[in-house]
């Protein structure tokens, strides 16, 4: 399997070439250059799977030129520090409403599923190429922590992460700068998560100094962090009765577009999924885009649910690419126009099986408070985003993409309780180690000369 880039000026690679590349010399991203297609027979296969070997079963199609037992060892190790048994468990609450629990891995957020991946790719990357690697990234919060638990510990790999200092919030700070591991640098920059990011692109630009250091970024646009997030699509399609499998609604937290991108292709694969709903918090920038073909940036508006707070959906972009007939030349004058302009109008934009909603901040603690009351379960401020209306003629699948306990102020302030989870409190007591830094290039690569492997 190859895999082409949007923009259609990028050599087609192979799956660990285009993993190690992140995004596409050409600015455009990676996509496979075929979609495979699940026939009823295989369906039926993978229902008595475990989710580890679901996901070789699904990844095997993609990950070519891998051997088919490295594939497997590597995925296998990846969901071993799940806490929860049934890894993606998909819990029922009543009729025609299920939520899927995507916050069991090490962060309790759902990019671990990805990033646990990843973390082992780059580890074995470095051990046949022989070769290390720097991995350096910006983060807002839950990707910092779960990229740098997909690296914790592993040789001939040192990650670098960027955080705006005092704005993300204590706990995921913690997730980030406590882990004790030799090969972790949290480094917290004075300055906004915006100018984190305008240094690092910088950086990223610097040819010289990424070949030097073998920089990786580990951004959402990585292709491994979309396939590996189709496979717990698949696995709850494989947990709904029978009957009620074509009927499914996928609701979906979003922000960069990349968690529902993933449920997409899963349908183009030829699973029958009957909808996705684009559920985003008051940065509604897809929202818009969905009911009215407009795709126009605003400002970011800080909110309860800080991991959707974006205005341009970097995963858009592999949408726009069906929906512009799979022609790169059209997707180039789209990114283009988009980036002077801040807009682009589709003419005759067809929706599909997408809806969308967009959640007001003050809504959350409310939403909160009733899916407590009315459905007996506790939800984080990004899921409850998706908790905004279900469909009733549907069968609902909320994807829950974080644990509460990772935002006790919000939960605190919503029903007076204040959620808990072990690995959290475990952190409280132990050292915070990060280091404060300038939002320059310059300031920042030298850091990075001192301490890269
Ligand atoms: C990253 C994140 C999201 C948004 O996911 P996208 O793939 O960017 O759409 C939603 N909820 C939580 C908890 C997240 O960490």
Redesign the pocket.
């Known amino acids: 399997m190859k895999f082409i880039s949007t923009r259609g000026q990028t050599e087609p690679l192979g799956f660990s070439d285009a993993v190690a590349t992140g995004l596409a010399p050409d600015g455009g991203l990676f996509l496979p250059e075929t979609m495979p297609q699940f026939s009823a027979a295989d369906l039926a296969r993978f229902e008595p799977l475990g989710y580890a070997e679901l996901c070789f079963e699904f990844l095997r199609r993609f990950a070519t030129d891998l051997p088919a037992e490295t594939l497997r060892a590597l995925i296998a190790k990846s969901y071993t520090t799940f806490a929860d048994p049934g890894i993606a468990p998909l819990r029922s609450l009543g009729k025609n409403r299920y939520v899927l629990e995507l916050?069991h891995g090490p962060t309790l957020?759902?990019?671990d599923f990805a990033l646990q991946l990843l973390g082992n790719l780059y580890g074995h990357q470095c051990e046949v190429r022989r070769e290390t690697i720097n991995v350096l990234g910006a983060t807002s919060?839950?990707?910092g922590a779960?990229a740098i638990h997909g690296l914790l510990g592993k040789p001939g790999t040192a990650i670098f992460v960027l955080y705006p200092d005092g704005r993300v919030s204590p706990l995921q700070e913690r997730q980030m700068a406590c882990t004790g591991a030799e090969n972790i640098f949290a480094l917290a920059v004075d300055g906004s998560f915006d100018d984190a990011q305008t240094a690092l692109k910088e950086i990223f630009g610097d040819q010289i100094f990424r070949k030097h250091h073998r920089l990786s970024a580990v951004n959402?646009v990585n292709i491994a962090r979309v396939l590996a997030?189709c496979v717990y699509y698949l696995w709850a399609w494989l947990r709904l009765p029978a009957a009620e499998r074509g009927n499914v609604e996928f609701v979906?937290?979003?922000?960069?577009?990349?968690?529902?991108?993933a449920g997409w292709w899963l349908q183009q694969m030829g699973v029958p999924i009957a909808g996705f709903k684009v559920a985003t918090n008051q940065n509604d920038i897809l929202h818009r885009m969905f009911s009215t073909g407009e795709y126009r940036v605003g400002a970011v508006q800080p909110s309860a649910?800080p991991?959707?707070d974006?205005q341009v959906?970097s995963?858009f972009e592999r949408f726009i690419y069906a929906g512009v007939g799979r022609d790169p030349a059209r997707v180039r004058e789209v990114m283009a126009t988009f980036k002077a302009t801040g807009a682009y109008r589709f003419e005759q934009f067809d929706r599909g099986i997408f809806s969308s909603s967009c959640c007001a901040d003050a809504e959350i603690p409310a939403i909160i408070a009733r899916v407590l009351r009315e459905d007996g379960y506790l939800v984080?401020p990004?899921?409850a985003c998706g908790f905004k209306e279900l469909n009733p003629d549907r069968v609902s699948v909320v994807l829950a993409?974080?644990s509460p306990a990772?935002f006790p102020e919000t939960i605190q302030t919503a029903v007076g309780i204040e959620p808990k989870h072990p690995s959290l409190e475990a952190l409280k007591s132990r050292p915070i180690k990060k280091h404060l830094i300038k939002a320059t290039p310059a300031a920042i690569t030298a850091f990075i000369e001192r301490h890269a492997v």
Do not use: R
């Not at 979906?252 to 991108?261: A, E, H, K, M, R």
């Open positions: 916050f957020a759902f990019k919060g839950d990707t779960a959402s997030q979906v937290p979003t922000g960069n577009f990349g968690n529902v991108l649910a991991s959707m974006i959906a995963n984080d990004h899921t993409t974080a990772k």
